[in-house]
């Protein structure tokens, strides 16, 4: 089992920035993926940004340039940090991470969420 503690969430003035942090802890053999997802209400959950076990990223068109993923092998830590931030980037930020345990056993762990609230 996983656990993900996320942190960092908050309001913020258009233009602004934020730095979500999620530390993982638990059984983990391996981390496979971790990324950052959004979601606000009446919609699906979308993904904003991810790193893979290599270190390649990915991003949403609509962040990209404006927010980067990083993450800390020794902490097992993914951050996003959040530059330029727009009004239409308020949601509820989730984080998510893909791994492996030490009983070979393959998982798919959510955070509980942090809300992001960018004001016009």
């Known amino acids: 089992q996983v656990q993900l503690a996320e942190s960092g969430g908050g309001l913020v003035q258009a233009g602004g920035s934020l730095r979500l942090s999620c530390a993982a802890s638990g059984s983990i053999f391996r981390i496979n993926a971790m990324g950052w997802y959004r979601q606000v209400p009446g919609k699906q959950r979308d993904l904003v940004a991810a790193?893979?076990?290599?270190?390649?990223?990915n991003y949403a068109d609509s962040v990209k340039g404006r927010f980067t993923i990083t993450r800390d092998n020794a902490k097992i830590t993914v951050y996003l940090l959040m530059n330029s931030l727009k009004p239409e980037d308020t949601g509820v930020y989730y984080c998510?991470?893909?791994?492996?345990?030490?009983?070979?056993?393959?998982?798919?762990?959510w955070g509980q969420g942090t809300q992001v609230t960018v004001s016009s």
């Open positions: 998510n991470v893909r791994s492996v345990g030490y009983d070979g056993v393959a998982g798919d762990y």
């Open positions: 790193i893979i076990y290599g270190g390649s990223t």
